[in-house]
């Protein structure tokens, strides 16, 4: 193992993003696009796991939450009121939208993906 691999195992496990998704949302790739960007500006790697809604594997803890949601180490990089309701077969996404200053945006802002991930890489004190 490469000291840069190994570095990048020790990340992983201090580390856990989730990026939690409906079938269909159209915001989907512009929150993978922010993911990729954040962790390239925290210095970590671009990596995550991603969770349909609709897939049976998906944790019953994520499967109410709006469209598209990012939680880092299980908490929501932008919480606050959204979709947290059963999606009945048939019915669309659940696409949820996020506060950026004076502005609605599509994604969870870039600053709050960034603030959550290098919280995350904070070294434990105490």
């Known amino acids: 193992m490469t000291e840069t691999e190994g570095e990048e195992a020790k990340l992983s496990l201090r580390l856990q993003i989730e ?26 790697p671009a990596v995550w796991t991603e969770w349909s809604s609709d897939d049976p594997e998906c944790p019953l803890r994520l499967s109410g939450l709006g469209s598209p949601s990012i939680l880092v ?37 870039r600053h709050r993906v960034e603030r959550a991930i290098d919280r995350a890489l904070q070294p434990d004190v105490g």
Do not use: F, K, M, Q
């Open 19 to 44: 990026l939690v998704y409906d079938p269909g949302c159209p915001n989907v790739d512009l929150a993978r696009e922010i993911l990729t960007a954040s962790c390239r500006g925290s210095g970590a």
């Open 73 to 109: 180490n299980g908490e929501d990089v932008a919480p606050g009121p959204h979709p947290w309701t059963e999606r009945d077969e048939g019915d669309g996404p659940r696409c949820r939208v996020y506060r950026d200053g004076d502005s609605i945006v599509r994604a969870p802002p």
